[in-house]
T-cell receptor
Framework: KAGVTQTPRYLIKTRGQQVTLSCSPI?????VSWYQQTPGQGLQFLFE???????NKGNFPGRFSGRQFSNSRSEMNVSTLELGDSALYLC?????????????FGSGTRLTVV | AQSVTQPDIHITVSEGASLELRCNYS??????LFWYVQSPGQGLQLLLK??????LVQGIKGFEAEFKRSQSSFNLRKPSVHWSDAAEYFC????????????FGTGTRLKVLA
C-alpha cells in the first residue's frame, strides 16, 4: 500500500510569504501529526489531528496552523514566513488515536525561506 | 516533566562491531516505547516498539532493544553493524492512553567505519 505522501518535496519561499504543505496519510490511518525538524532543535511537535479534530498542539506561534479533512488528508499553513522557518517538515500518520502502533512518516517537505 | 534523553549525539563504530544506543525517559507511567531510524533527506522509519511482555524486543534490520523499567531505559542494540546502518536514530515514547504528546529524543547520529 502507498506510504505517507507529502507534497511538495522542496519549496523555496521569500520572507513574508505564506506556504501550504500537504500530507496524505496511509489509507485507513486517521491520525496525522506534523513535526518540524532542524539541525539545532531536532524534532519539534507542531500538531496532531484525529478525525478532523486537533488533539494536541506544540509550542509554535499562531502563524503555524493546520487542518485535517474528512478523508484524513492534512494540510499545514505557515503565514508571514521568517528565515527561521526553514526546516524539514515531516508528516506522520498512525492507525488510531492512541498511536500505539507507532508512526509512519513521509519523506518530508524541505522548506527554504530566503 | 516528560522527556526522552539520548545522551550520545554522535557514535562511531567499525563495520562488524557491536552497537548500543542509549535512551532514557521520564514519563510518569510506563509509556509505549519506540526506536526510529532516519537516513539523510528522508523521513523516519519505525525499527521496533515495546508495548508489554517480554522486555527484549526484536525489530527490523537485525536491531533489538531492551526495556529496563528500573532504569527507565530502552537501549537499542545490534550485534554486528553494517555500513548501511549509518543514519540517525531516534528514541520515542508515547502515551498508553489519553491525548498526551508523543515525545522524541534528540537523536544519535551513527557513523560506520569501513
Amino acid at each position: 500500500k502507498a506510504g505517507v505522501t507529502q507534497t511538495p518535496r522542496y519549496l523555496i519561499k521569500t520572507r513574508g510569504q505564506q506556504v501550504t504543505l500537504s500530507c496524505s496519510p496511509i489509507s485507513g490511518h486517521r491520525s496525522v501529526s506534523w513535526y518540524q525538524q532542524t539541525p539545532g532543535q531536532g524534532l519539534q511537535f507542531l500538531f496532531e489531528y484525529f478525525s478532523e479534530t486537533q488533539r494536541n498542539k506544540g509550542n509554535f506561534p499562531g502563524r503555524f496552523s493546520g487542518r485535517q479533512f474528512s478523508n484524513s488528508r492534512s494540510e499545514m499553513n505557515v503565514s508571514t514566513l521568517e528565515l527561521g522557518d526553514s526546516a524539514l517538515y515531516l508528516c506522520a500518520s498512525s492507525l488510531n488515536a492512541d498511536r500505539n502502533y507507532g508512526y509512519t512518516f513521509g519523506s518530508g517537505t524541505r522548506l527554504t525561506v530566503v | 516533566a516528560q522527556s526522552v534523553t539520548q545522551p550520545d549525539i554522535h557514535i562511531t563504530v567499525s563495520e562488524g562491531a557491536s552497537l548500543e544506543l542509549r535512551c532514557n525517559y521520564s514519563y510518569g507511567a510506563t509509556p509505549y516505547l519506540f526506536w526510529y531510524v532516519q537516513s539523510p533527506g528522508q523521513g523516519l522509519q519505525l525499527l521496533l516498539k515495546y508495548f508489554s511482555g517480554d522486555t527484549l524486543v526484536q525489530g527490523i534490520k537485525g536491531f533489538e532493544a531492551e526495556f529496563k523499567r528500573s532504569q527507565s531505559s530502552f537501549n537499542l542494540r545490534k550485534p554486528s553493524v553494517h555500513w548501511s546502518d549509518a543514519a540517525e536514530y531516534f528514541c520515542a515514547v508515547g502515551p498508553r492512553s489519553g491525548t498526551y504528546k508523543y515525545i522524541f529524543g534528540t537523536g544519535t547520529r551513527l557513523k560506520v567505519l569501513a
